[in-house]
């Protein structure tokens, strides 16, 4: 890139640097675009009430603050409860750790069977596997709650990371899928002549061989599952909502005077979880979605 | 000796398309046996049904005297090498060479001991703590080499295993392996479709085309006398000289005449020749057509020819002429005089000859 700059002649490397800056200017537009919420979410669970009231949406808080942090955290109520959004917090936690977990390990190992093992009717089964990937939550609303009602799980927390396993494995089945097709047969066949059976093969050749995919497969569920409202408002009761039907019960009780900033610190806590996996492992996740063919 | 792998009337098909026909092969302990045929002709498919990696269709497959058909690839006490290595990409060297003795449970002592045993053989014991990903091509394949050799099994199966190295690597590793065999002593099924691995390696040759066994033979039996034209045209290179003739009886000899795109056509005697239908194909090798008076013999025939091209090849220089419509190559010595479009006198030697019909292509001497 330089070298091609500097060995054209002057003018042409004008235009070069120019064009540079425009493509800067539109992406520090567009970064400015999406960053403003966040930046109005965050200084405003930093002001107290009175200097909303007074201030404008997108000035620096004056004195910061972080009892709207705390009211958040321990106290805000969400309906006649006032414990904040801890309980339902780590509500969350416990639905999305396990449902992510075994997600991922059914998704890996229908991907490696359906990749690998070529039985009678894989395809057909794929293609099955694929379309439940694209039917409307909405549309299964109702038969899932009979199902976990007959099934003694309707309103619980197992009952929810239930629904979320069914619902990821599609997903997770086509992301390990697409990764293990690349991966050449001849090492089945090898770790066959070896002596290896199915799990053998699976343990020791294809799982050290999937950490990006784990990322990715990881970082979409997790995403997918923390993030879920749908699901979470419909299948749980009083002591089990996760973080975000909380978070809305929080934002939508009408009682007294509406607190923008506890509202807004209480938003920044659900999401904060997803920012934090999006940060810490992003990098895997693009690399992930690109990486290619293992060569023996 | 009872055979060590014995292929009785093997089918094999994938839906409707018969992918192998009728396949018969024994082969003694201590062989060498080369599969070779074009690309797609079911060498490979032929070897995973060997290893148990393919079902097989039909027939029988049985390995020392023991029935194959519900056996899986793990009991069958074969090693396999293939074309893409296979190494397992996240195990080290030493990993790779000792997984099949840790997935059998072997003790540690003992893979130890043979790892290090094999690793001398192959000489990779500096290489034992990389990755696959870290090793160059032909390391790769000495891994490869030595994740086979380590099983000592009964049968060695390689799938064209050189076909990813550069010429001269191929060259050095095609010597190593003879040299394996001979020091091992071992039972060996190879494919490739590199006619001269297969001259070079085998003790016994299968030619394949289109899942049909051409001929089974040694090396000297498929060269000198090959069952059909496929054969004779496949294997040796240059390529056996196929011409159209036409023949007739003369009292005891056979007249060969070979017709010329100018001046008269060209006559040669076979005194040993069999009946003969009147239109055949002629086929010589291209050292069986020598410089005159390079060549002496009681079937040897001078005649006179027109050089179209001269390529010289270091050690012999090819002389191309045109006999019956087809390009023939003359295989002379690396002194010759011989000049693109001058005469010169070639000299026939008709005893190797081997005749083929034209329309089935079977041998016919
Ligand atoms: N799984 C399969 N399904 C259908 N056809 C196959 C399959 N594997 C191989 N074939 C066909 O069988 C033929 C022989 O293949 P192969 O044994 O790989 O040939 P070679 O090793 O001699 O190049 C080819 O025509 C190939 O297309
Ligand atoms: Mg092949």
């Given at each position: 890139?330089?070298?091609?700059?500097?060995?054209?002649?002057?003018?042409?490397?004008?235009?070069?640097?120019?064009?540079?800056?425009?493509?800067?200017?539109?992406?520090?537009?567009?970064?400015?675009?999406?960053?403003?919420?966040?930046?109005?979410?965050?200084?405003?669970?930093?002001?107290?009430?009175?200097?909303?009231?007074?201030?404008?949406?997108?000035?620096?808080?004056?004195?910061?603050?972080?009892?709207?942090?705390?009211?958040?955290?321990?106290?805000?109520?969400?309906?006649?409860?006032?414990?904040?959004?801890?309980?339902?917090?780590?509500?969350?936690?416990?639905?999305?750790?396990?449902?992510?977990?075994?997600?991922?390990?059914?998704?890996?190992?229908?991907?490696?069977?359906?990749?690998?093992?070529?039985?009678?009717?894989?395809?057909?089964?794929?293609?099955?596997?694929?379309?439940?990937?694209?039917?409307?939550?909405?549309?299964v609303l109702l038969p899932m709650a009979r199902l976990l009602g007959m099934m003694g799980l309707a309103g619980s927390i197992p009952g929810l990371i239930f629904v979320h396993v069914i619902y990821g494995i599609g997903f997770t089945t086509l992301f390990f899928r697409n990764y293990y097709v690349t991966i050449p047969a001849d090492l089945v066949k090898a770790a066959k002549v070896d002596g290896a059976g199915f799990f053998r093969i699976f343990w020791s050749i294809f799982l050290p061989l999937s950490l990006p995919i784990i990322v990715v497969t990881v970082i979409w569920q997790f995403t997918q599952?923390?993030?879920?409202?749908?699901?979470?408002?419909?299948?749980?009761?009083?002591?089990?909502?996760?973080?975000?039907?909380?978070?809305?019960?929080?934002?939508?009780?009408?009682?007294?005077?509406?607190?923008?900033?506890?509202?807004?610190?209480?938003?920044?806590?659900?999401?904060?979880?997803?920012?934090?996996?999006?940060?810490?492992?992003?990098?895997?996740?693009?690399?992930?979605?690109?990486?290619?063919?293992?060569?023996? | 000796?009872?055979?060590?792998?014995?292929?009785?009337?093997?089918?094999?098909?994938?839906?409707?398309?018969?992918?192998?026909?009728?396949?018969?092969?024994?082969?003694?302990?201590?062989?060498?046996?080369?599969?070779?045929?074009?690309?797609?002709?079911?060498?490979?498919?032929?070897?995973?049904?060997?290893?148990?990696?393919?079902?097989?269709?039909?027939?029988?497959?049985?390995?020392?005297?023991?029935?194959?058909?519900?056996?899986?690839?793990?009991?069958?006490?074969?090693?396999?090498?293939?074309?893409?290595?296979?190494?397992?990409?996240?195990?080290?060297?030493?990993?790779?060479?000792?997984?099949?003795?840790?997935?059998?449970?072997?003790?540690?002592?003992?893979?130890?001991?043979?790892?290090?045993?094999?690793?001398?053989?192959?000489?990779?014991?500096?290489?034992?703590?990389?990755?696959?990903?870290?090793?160059?091509?032909?390391?790769?394949?000495?891994?490869?080499?030595?994740?086979?050799?380590?099983?000592?099994?009964?049968?060695?199966?390689?799938?064209?295993?050189?076909?990813?190295?550069?010429?001269?690597?191929?060259?050095?590793?095609?010597?190593?392996?003879?040299?394996?065999?001979?020091?091992?002593?071992?039972?060996?099924?190879?494919?490739?479709?590199?006619?001269?691995?297969?001259?070079?390696?085998?003790?016994?040759?299968?030619?394949?085309?289109?899942?049909?066994?051409?001929?089974?033979?040694?090396?000297?039996?498929?060269?000198?006398?090959?069952?059909?034209?496929?054969?004779?045209?496949?294997?040796?290179?240059?390529?056996?000289?196929?011409?159209?003739?036409?023949?007739?009886?003369?009292?005891?000899?056979?007249?060969?005449?070979?017709?010329?795109?100018?001046?008269?056509?060209?006559?040669?005697?076979?005194?040993?020749?069999?009946?003969?239908?009147?239109?055949?194909?002629?086929?010589?090798?291209?050292?069986?057509?020598?410089?005159?008076?390079?060549?002496?013999?009681?079937?040897?025939?001078?005649?006179?020819?027109?050089?179209?091209?001269?390529?010289?090849?270091?050690?012999?220089?090819?002389?191309?002429?045109?006999?019956?419509?087809?390009?023939?190559?003359?295989?002379?010595?690396?002194?010759?005089?011989?000049?693109?479009?001058?005469?010169?006198?070639?000299?026939?030697?008709?005893?190797?000859?081997?005749?083929?019909?034209?329309?089935?292509?079977?041998?016919?001497?």
């Amino acid at each position: 890139m330089t070298d091609l700059a500097s060995s054209s002649p002057p003018r042409a490397g004008w235009n070069r640097r120019l064009l540079r800056w425009m493509l800067y200017a539109i992406l520090g537009l567009f970064a400015l675009y999406y960053l403003l919420p966040l930046f109005v979410m965050l200084t405003t669970s930093l002001k107290s009430l009175e200097e909303i009231r007074a201030g404008s949406l997108i000035a620096l808080p004056r004195d910061v603050t972080f009892s709207p942090w705390a009211t958040a955290w321990s106290s805000a109520c969400t309906g006649i409860q006032c414990e904040g959004l801890r309980p339902y917090f780590w509500n969350s936690v416990l639905i999305a750790i396990p449902a992510v977990a075994l997600s991922t390990m059914l998704g890996a190992m229908n991907g490696y069977v359906i990749a690998q093992w070529r039985f009678r009717g894989a395809n057909l089964i794929f293609s099955l596997m694929l379309f439940g990937c694209f039917i409307p939550f909405q549309v299964v609303l109702l038969p899932m709650a009979r199902l976990l009602g007959m099934m003694g799980l309707a309103g619980s927390i197992p009952g929810l990371i239930f629904v979320h396993v069914i619902y990821g494995i599609g997903f997770t089945t086509l992301f390990f899928r697409n990764y293990y097709v690349t991966i050449p047969a001849d090492l089945v066949k090898a770790a066959k002549v070896d002596g290896a059976g199915f799990f053998r093969i699976f343990w020791s050749i294809f799982l050290p061989l999937s950490l990006p995919i784990i990322v990715v497969t990881v970082i979409w569920q997790f995403t997918q599952i923390w993030n879920d409202f749908l699901f979470g408002v419909s299948f749980s009761e009083a002591g089990t909502q996760p973080v975000t039907v909380a978070l809305n019960n929080i934002v939508n009780s009408t009682t007294g005077v509406k607190e923008y900033n506890v509202d807004m610190a209480a938003a920044i806590i659900a999401a904060l979880p997803t920012l934090i996996v999006y940060v810490v492992a992003g990098k895997y996740f693009v690399r992930g979605l690109t990486a290619g063919s293992v060569k023996g | 000796m009872a055979p060590i792998l014995d292929i009785r009337n093997l089918y094999k098909n994938y839906g409707a398309t018969e992918v192998l026909k009728d396949i018969n092969i024994a082969i003694e302990p201590g062989d060498f046996l080369v599969l070779v045929g074009p690309s797609g002709c079911g060498k490979s498919t032929l070897l995973n049904c060997i290893a148990g990696l393919e079902t097989i269709s039909g027939g029988s497959l049985s390995i020392d005297g023991r029935d194959m058909t519900h056996v899986s690839p793990k009991d069958r006490d074969i090693a396999m090498v293939f074309q893409s290595y296979a190494l397992y990409p996240t195990m080290s060297v030493a990993k790779n060479i000792t997984f099949g003795m840790k997935v059998r449970g072997v003790d540690k002592a003992t893979q130890a001991r043979k790892l290090g045993e094999v690793a001398a053989q192959l000489q990779i014991e500096q290489l034992l703590n990389r990755k696959p990903g870290q090793l160059s091509g032909g390391q790769r394949q000495r891994v490869a080499m030595g994740r086979a050799l380590v099983r000592d099994p009964k049968l060695f199966l390689f799938d064209e295993p050189l076909s990813n190295l550069d010429a001269k690597l191929r060259v050095e590793m095609r010597t190593e392996i003879k040299r394996l065999h001979q020091s091992l002593n071992a039972s060996m099924v190879y494919v490739t479709h590199d006619q001269i691995e297969a001259m070079t390696l085998a003790t016994k040759i299968v030619v394949m085309k289109a899942g049909i066994i051409q001929q089974i033979g040694t090396p000297a039996e498929i060269y000198n006398r090959p069952t059909n034209l496929f054969v004779a045209d496949f294997m040796g290179s240059p390529a056996m000289n196929l011409i159209p003739a036409r023949a007739t009886r003369e009292g005891a000899a056979t007249r060969l005449e070979i017709a010329r795109n100018s001046g008269p056509p060209l006559v040669l005697m076979d005194q040993t020749a069999p009946e003969l239908p009147d239109q055949i194909i002629l086929g010589l090798r291209p050292e069986d057509i020598a410089e005159a008076g390079f060549r002496s013999g009681s079937g040897v025939q001078e005649a006179e020819c027109l050089v179209d091209m001269v390529e010289p090849a270091g050690a012999d220089t090819f002389v191309v002429t045109s006999l019956g419509g087809k390009e023939v190559t003359a295989r002379l010595h690396a002194e010759t005089s011989a000049r693109a479009r001058q005469h010169l006198s070639l000299a026939f030697d008709i005893s190797k000859a081997s005749y083929f019909a034209p329309e089935s292509g079977q041998r016919l001497n």
